[in-house]
């Protein structure tokens, strides 16, 4: 062992042993300098009794599910205005649009996650999504961004959140396409915490004989990934006020939704949410509701059945409001959340972790799961705020993710979703549209967000008068 090691090493074996994680050198005196010296900074930079007490109680326990006693619907804004509203919602998507004109919203995609369910190899972001010529995911909200800049005459600063694990080829993804023809300056990349992964007896796993396993923290995350990273720093530099949270896997997502972030401005709300109606009580997604005045989500697998099956008088699901995972959220209270240390709790996933068996030192790849990993879900904030909003929207409109590989939420069911939106849009502009047996579109339609990021973009455009059915088609 190098001997400028040794003292170091020799602290963060005390401290280890007294967590039971002492393990984690067993291969210390195989590796060179600079692996040992890596471990050590890994090892001093974690906070072993926090973390000790996590495993103890998501680990070594199976958490009990934590539900509010007595939750209420949440109440949602529709998507169309109720007459006593349309005043209203003509004043907040004015207000929205005011924000983008004075360049104080910023678009803030959370990319940190590992797309283990797709199994594409690469960034999620880089995945080709579009349903004719297969553009990317980041293309895809980069088109969208160009737009919203032509409209309102500010370019919209763009924060990625990235993980440790896909960083270097995101960034080099957007490098390799000019940015998709952003100004690389508006183009903000940052990385997210980690936490270890842990195996089932409690003990952090090797990823390699001298580097901890270690998984994204979870897109609540985010939320300390923002100051920590100086974004919200260089937010302020910029003027930011308002930011608008996505996920990077939804190609209908709007990105940036005057009518969204002017709501949530107008109602001086800190953190808001969009829903969509739930297709049905058990559906895997999670539940908005009210509890002590305080906006929450509920996950489905925490929702008793009782609950996620009560019905309201008129037969409709009581809690019939699913999050889509979008919000808007004031800088403010980032900064504000930051500022008093704020916690979120961690949720537990069950996975496969490869990791190095200590007794041979060789690589195990589990064909099932052995292993914890701790994340924080950023709708965790919401009860943290004392102002929020929840804004229903239309599915398709809206909801086109990509989750899995193949089946429900697959790349083949939103490149449908995205055909039907355009669809939509072109015919309520007077195109016709073919449409199959069960009311979808009977083609497939890609409209770039650079040509339209709603239907009335396309007024004034040159449109067809039909789309031939079975056809492809570029817009
Ligand atoms: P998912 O919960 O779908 O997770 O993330 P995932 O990691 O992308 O996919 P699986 O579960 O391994 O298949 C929802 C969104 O949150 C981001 C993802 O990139 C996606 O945009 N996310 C997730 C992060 O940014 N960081 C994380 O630690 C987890």
């Known amino acids: 062992m190098n001997t400028d090691l040794k003292p170091r090493h020799d602290r963060a074996m005390q401290t280890l042993q007294v967590h039971g994680q002492e393990h984690l050198l067993t291969f210390f005196n195989d590796l060179d300098d600079t692996a040992a010296g890596a471990l050590l900074d890994e090892i001093e930079a974690r906070d072993w009794a926090h973390l000790q007490r996590l495993i103890e109680t998501y680990v070594l326990k199976r958490p009990e599910a934590h539900v509010p006693e007595h939750p209420e619907p949440a109440p949602c804004y529709p998507v169309a205005p109720t007459p006593d509203r349309v005043e209203k919602y003509t004043r907040a998507r004015a207000l929205g649009e005011q924000l983008l004109r004075e360049g104080k919203v910023a678009a803030f995609v959370?990319?940190?996650?590992?797309?283990?369910?797709?199994?594409?190899?690469?960034?999620?972001?880089?995945?080709?999504?579009?349903?004719?010529?297969?553009?990317?995911?980041?293309?895809?909200?980069?088109?969208?961004?160009?737009?919203?800049?032509?409209?309102?005459?500010?370019?919209?600063?763009?924060?990625?959140?990235?993980?440790?694990?896909?960083?270097?080829?995101?960034?080099?993804?957007?490098?390799?396409?000019?940015?998709?023809?952003?100004?690389?300056?508006?183009?903000?990349?940052?990385?997210?915490?980690?936490?270890?992964?842990?195996?089932?007896?409690?003990?952090?796993?090797?990823?390699?004989?001298?580097?901890?396993?270690?998984?994204?923290?979870?897109?609540?995350?985010?939320?300390?990934?923002?100051?920590?990273?100086?974004?919200?720093?260089?937010?302020?530099?910029?003027?930011?006020?308002?930011?608008?949270?996505?996920?990077?896997?939804?190609?209908?997502?709007?990105?940036?939704?005057?009518?969204?972030?002017?709501?949530?401005?107008?109602?001086?709300?800190?953190?808001?949410?969009?829903?969509?109606?739930?297709?049905?009580?058990?559906?895997?997604?999670?539940?908005?509701?009210?509890?002590?005045?305080?906006?929450?989500?509920?996950?489905?697998?925490?929702?008793?059945?009782?609950?996620?099956?009560?019905?309201?008088?008129?037969?409709?699901?009581?809690?019939n409001a699913g999050s889509i995972a979008i919000h808007a959220i004031s800088r403010a209270f980032v900064e504000q959340l930051n500022a008093g240390g704020f916690s979120l709790p961690f949720h537990r996933a069950d996975k496969k972790v490869a990791h190095i068996d200590l007794s041979t030192g060789q690589r195990i790849e589990p064909t099932e799961p052995n292993a914890v990993k701790l994340e924080a879900f950023v709708f965790d904030a919401l009860p943290l705020a004392e102002k929020s909003i929840v804004l229903q929207t239309d599915r398709v409109e809206e909801f086109a993710p990509i989750k899995n590989a193949t089946g429900v939420d697959s790349a083949e069911t939103s490149r449908r979703l995205q055909s039907e939106r355009a669809a939509r849009w072109l015919e309520a502009k007077g195109v016709t549209i073919p449409r199959c047996k069960d009311g979808m579109v009977d083609a497939h339609i890609e409209l770039s967000h650079r040509t339209a990021v709603e239907a009335d973009d396309l007024d004034n455009l040159e449109l067809p008068d039909r789309i031939e059915p079975g056809s492809e088609r570029v817009l």
């Open 110 to 319: 959370v990319a940190g996650g590992q797309g283990t369910r797709l199994g594409f190899d690469g960034p999620k972001g880089a995945y080709p999504a579009t349903p004719v010529n297969g553009k990317p995911l980041f293309q895809v909200f980069a088109d969208y961004l160009l737009k919203i800049a032509e409209k309102y005459g500010k370019p919209v600063p763009w924060y990625v959140m990235t993980s440790g694990l896909n960083h270097q080829p995101t960034v080099d993804f957007f490098k390799q396409h000019n940015h998709f023809g952003l100004n690389p300056d508006d183009v903000m990349f940052f990385t997210q915490g980690t936490m270890p992964s842990i195996g089932y007896d409690g003990r952090v796993l090797l990823a390699e004989r001298g580097m901890l396993a270690l998984n994204p923290d979870g897109h609540g995350g985010s939320l300390r990934a923002l100051h920590v990273s100086g974004a919200l720093e260089d937010m302020t530099r910029r003027g930011v006020e308002q930011i608008s949270y996505f996920q990077v896997d939804n190609p209908n997502v709007k990105c940036i939704d005057p009518l969204f972030l002017g709501l949530h401005a107008l109602d001086g709300a800190q953190m808001s949410s969009k829903m969509v109606l739930k297709t049905g009580p058990h559906e895997k997604v999670g539940n908005f509701a009210e509890v002590d005045g305080r906006i929450v989500v509920i996950e489905y697998s925490d929702l008793p059945d009782a609950l996620a099956e009560a019905k309201q008088p008129d037969g409709t699901l009581k809690f």
